[in-house]
């Protein structure tokens, strides 16, 4: 695997991390990307929009646009991976917490 196969799935996995913590699970873009670098490092809005395409097709993510922003929401495909359901395939499993 690849350095930048690595980064996208860890990059999925803290998208679907951050959706997961939002009380109703969405979030728009920029909000996500902040996440992101915090979580992992910082990538382009390009970057993230490409990864959340990934997910929307893998199931994992709802996408609609408002204006030029993309809002994203976690589906319970997403939710069964980052609670240890279920795995996807190209996104990293969550670590043990502790």
């Known amino acids: ?13 803290a998208i679907l991390q951050a959706l997961g913590a939002e009380f109703n699970g969405h979030l728009r873009d920029d909000l996500l990307q902040k996440a992101v670098d915090v ?3 910082a990538r382009s809005i390009e970057w993230l929009r490409t990864q959340l395409t990934v997910l929307h097709e893998l199931g994992a993510v709802t996408l609609a646009r408002d ?4 809002i994203a929401g976690i589906t319970s495909t997403g939710r069964d ?7 996807l395939a190209g996104v990293a499993w969550p670590e043990d917490e502790g």
């Open 81 to 87: 991976h980052i609670d240890r359901r279920r795995p």
């Open 67 to 70: 204006g030029g922003r993309l």
């Open 1 to 13: 695997m690849s350095y930048g196969d690595f980064l996208a799935e860890k990059g999925r996995l």
């Open 39 to 41: 979580r992992l490092m």
